[in-house]
């Protein structure tokens, strides 16, 4: 911590980071107050959106990119590509000239080129992979999409061409290269910590192409970054970008309010009017491409019996619970896609809500007097749940009328998920935000066979199901896809995997100096082309 920020910043409690008043910064240096800590600095090895916010999106680039607070595909470190005839070739032409970051701990000597690609994903699809080897890690991401079982040859045919050929078509292949997990690594960064035996900093110490460059991290508190001057696509408009880490939301909209940092995350809907008042605030809104839901462990007794997974979705009030959580800025879920999304299924209807059925279908799977679980409860706000606790209160005492006794858990959130994907969870409480803006991201990567161990917490392998996303991942023509995942939905609601609970308009809240900010439709934060006035 330098000297001008120690001695401006004050306490605000004990656990959160001290922060300087905004006037005590020079007036390109941003602070963003974040919601949760990262689980590292690798994007191929996460999902989570905090993770991503602090890494994939300051610190990296794709192939190709989504345009900023929009869903079209525009060059990235790629400057164009093709595909072949037969949707199984994908050829990328490298961007000229672009530099990866120099910092205390790696002086690059070269320029992208197509062994950073290749090194990227080979670490990601094949166990042979030297690096992966002497740093085992898993790439859920890659492997949920199956991407590690369809990319059947990777090379360059030359150093600024990288291709993939594929075993079957998917037609969301070149989305998928926009997405956070495919952020590029540098090669020469990874050789050198190989060769050091120090492999596990790639993970802590990250070297990227983005507009920002990593400086440090301090667990729980604080993440600094710096603009980087060579960035390909132009230095940023702010100096210094700061993450704030601050759990607390109520704690996030005083610090907003009193000038502590400029933009906050996620405001529960009680905070958003007050935040709407205040005359040194702006907030930003949309309808989120997100589900909240809670995932039922098929593979734990008893809900691999489908009569116990519909009382559970009969049992729930869930128009009461999303009045209560999410206070009119929520719609209650049906299906496992947000109604904006093309071929959501408006024919399928809901569970309805019924305790007195809940409970005749507990007795017909052989327990008339109910049982004993766990519920976990959402240890952080995300889009898709603004209060997690509250959820689980409400939640639990609707278990209650029918006779669920539920314990509620909670963990710290890379535990959670850690936990969650080693099948730990009975009824866990997740969310998604689209990452792509098609369904495949949310029907294979949540629910799919492939992501059994990954995403889908549930453990759910249904052989009609997965066989319905598969084929329509194959399928080029959008209305033959959209029957198929139609058909999917109705598989779905059917067998009950889970608990659909809500679709939540997202907020944006920040001060009135910043400017250049749009709201990503995939719900990430970026901070490049943003501005204080």
């Known amino acids: 911590m330098n000297k001008l920020f120690r001695s401006a910043c004050h306490t605000v409690a004990a656990s959160l980071v001290m922060l300087a008043p905004i006037g005590a910064y020079a007036a390109t240096t941003l602070i963003y107050c974040s ?25 990296f680039n794709r192939l190709v990119e989504f345009e900023t607070g929009g869903t079209r595909l525009v060059p990235g470190l790629a400057e164009r590509w093709s595909v072949s005839s ?55 991401y890659a492997s949920d999409m199956g991407l ?40 020469e960064y990874a050789d050198k910590l190989l060769k050091a035996g120090t492999g596990i900093e790639l993970n802590t110490k990250p070297v990227g192409t983005g507009p920002f460059v990593f400086r440090r991290y301090e667990k729980d508190a604080q993440i600094r970054y710096v603009a980087f001057e060579s960035f ?14 601050t759990v607390d939301s109520a704690v996030r909209a005083q610090k907003l309010k009193a000038g502590e940092c400029h933009m906050s995350a996620y405001p529960k809907p ?23 839901y809670l995932s039922l462990n098929v593979k734990r007794k008893p809900f691999d019996s489908l009569e116990v997974r519909q009382a559970i979705n009969m049992a729930i009030n869930k128009k009461s619970l999303v009045d209560a959580v999410y206070q009119g800025a929520g719609a209650v879920a049906v299906n496992p896609i947000p109604p904006t999304m093309w071929s959501y299924n408006r024919a399928v209807k809901d569970y309805e809500y019924n305790p007195a059925k809940a ?25 898709y749940n603004p209060n997690g606790a509250q959820a689980a209160e409400l939640i639990q005492a609707d278990l209650a009328q029918v006779g669920i006794k539920a314990q509620i858990v909670k963990y710290e959130w890379a535990e959670y998920l850690k936990r969650a994907k080693a099948g ?21 990567t949540l629910l799919g066979c492939a992501a059994v161990g990954g995403s889908n917490y549930g453990q759910w392998c249904d052989k009609e199901y997965d066989g319905l996303i598969q084929q329509a991942k194959q399928t080029s023509d959008q209305s033959a896809r959209t029957k198929l995942y139609e058909k999917a939905q109705v598989v779905f609601k059917r067998e009950a995997p889970w608990v659909p609970m809500a679709h939540s308009v997202v907020y944006q809240p920040m ?8 709201m990503s439709p995939f719900g990430s934060v970026q901070f490049y082309g943003v501005s204080l006035k």
């Open 424 to 444: 730990e969870s009975d009824i866990g409480m997740f969310g998604w935000t689209g990452d792509n803006g098609d369904p495949d991201n949310f029907m294979a």
């Open 232 to 245: 390909w696509g132009g230095k940023a408009k702010i100096d210094n970008l700061i993450f704030a880490i």
């Open 270 to 292: 009680a905070e958003v009017e007050v935040l709407k008042k205040d005359p040194n605030l702006k907030l930003m809104s949309q309808n989120g491409l997100n589900v909240g």
């Open 35 to 59: 919601e949760g800590s990262p689980e590292g600095f690798d994007p191929g090895r996460y999902t989570a959106g905090t993770t991503f916010n602090a890494s994939s999106q300051p610190l």
């Open 359 to 383: 409970r005749a279908l507990l007795a017909k799977a052989g327990y008339p007097n109910g049982f004993e679980t766990k519920l976990w409860a959402l240890p952080v706000q995300r889009p």
């Open 511 to 518: 001060r009135k100096n910043v400017e250049g900010y749009k």
């Open 148 to 187: 590690d079982t369809n990319i059947a040859k990777l090379d360059k045919p030359d150093a600024m061409t990288v291709r993939f050929t594929l075993k079957t078509v998917d037609a969301a292949f070149l989305a998928n290269m926009a997405m956070d997990f495919a952020s590029i690594h540098s090669a």
């Open 86 to 140: 037969d949707g199984l070739v994908y050829t990328f032409h490298l961007r000229k000239g672009v530099k990866f970051h120099s910092t205390e701990w790696f002086k690059p000597t070269r320029e992208l080129n197509a062994d950073d690609v290749v090194f990227t994903f080979d670490r990601m699809v094949n166990k042979e992979n030297a690096f992966q080897k002497a740093v085992p890690a898993s790439f859920e």
